[in-house]
């Protein structure tokens, strides 16, 4: 038998009624605070999937624009600007939503 190690003093029976309150304090637990339906988390997925991929759009417009705008016909290829404002529109997101997902937006 392995030696209980939160509690390595305690006889047998002070273990077993340790180990019994232990499991009807987290059965309790799980009443009062049951986990989020289906529906709820497909939901987050959502939510994290459009503030990540907002931004990256918003941020790829601007750049194609600004592209457009400030490039010359003779300097190559036209992805300074959007490779640079894709990829700050992709930080803005990523970091929104991991503000979101530890309790920044709730």
């Known amino acids: 038998m392995k030696p209980d190690r939160a509690r390595p003093g305690l006889s047998p029976p002070d273990r077993l009624l340790h180990v019994a309150r232990q499991a009807l304090e987290r059965h309790q637990f799980g009443r009062e605070n049951p986990e989020p339906s289906l529906g709820a988390r497909l939901g987050q ?28 016909a003779t300097s190559g290829p036209h992805v300074f ?26």
Do not use: E, Y
């Open 45 to 72: 997925i959502g939510v994290l999937g459009w503030m990540i991929i907002v931004p990256m759009l918003l941020g790829l417009l601007l750049g194609r624009w600004l592209d457009r705008t400030f490039m010359s």
């Open 81 to 106: 600007f959007s490779a640079t404002f894709l990829m700050l529109g992709a930080a803005i997101g990523l970091s929104s939503a991991w503000h979101w997902m530890h309790g920044g937006g709730r």
